[in-house]
């Protein structure tokens, strides 16, 4: 059985940063692409980053590039995500992906096959 479980989100002020993890279980991180989707209230769920299945190509949204960071460690079968310089419309439920077999790596949500069940984060003005 395939499990991500996620951890790290909560309230932070404007500026400030979190550290999101995702646990990984019953696959091996380092076979899969990985990424980050989000959903903020009213809306859909959108890509955020991803990190291909050898950790060598990182791709981000455009709204985050330069304050968020995807990485991996196999070892622990573990992706963060590190968010600094957050701000109100970075607030949404964060939810870990994992990639169908096949892909590299992938933006896009039909090439993920797992999913966790999200964690909230919260930034207030």
């Known amino acids: 059985q395939v499990q991500l479980v996620e951890a790290g989100g909560g309230l932070v002020q404007a500026g400030g940063s979190l550290r999101l993890s995702c646990a990984a279980s019953?696959?091996?991180?380092?076979?899969?692409?990985m990424a980050w989707f989000r959903r903020a209230p009213g809306q859909e769920r959108k890509f955020v980053s991803a990190?291909?299945?050898?950790?060598?190509?990182?791709n981000y949204t455009n709204s985050v590039k330069g304050r968020f960071t995807i990485s991996k460690d196999s070892a622990k079968n573990t992706v963060y995500l590190q968010m600094n310089g957050l701000n109100p419309d970075d607030a949404a439920d964060y939810y870990c992906?994992?990639?169908?077999?096949?892909?590299?790596?992938?933006?896009?949500?039909?090439?993920?096959?797992?999913w966790g069940q999200g964690t909230q984060v919260t930034v207030s003005s």
């Open positions: 992906a994992a990639g169908r077999t096949g892909y590299r790596t992938a933006l896009d949500e039909s090439a993920y096959v797992y």
């Open positions: 019953g696959i091996a991180i380092s076979s899969r692409a």
């Open positions: 990190i291909s299945r050898d950790g060598e190509i990182t």
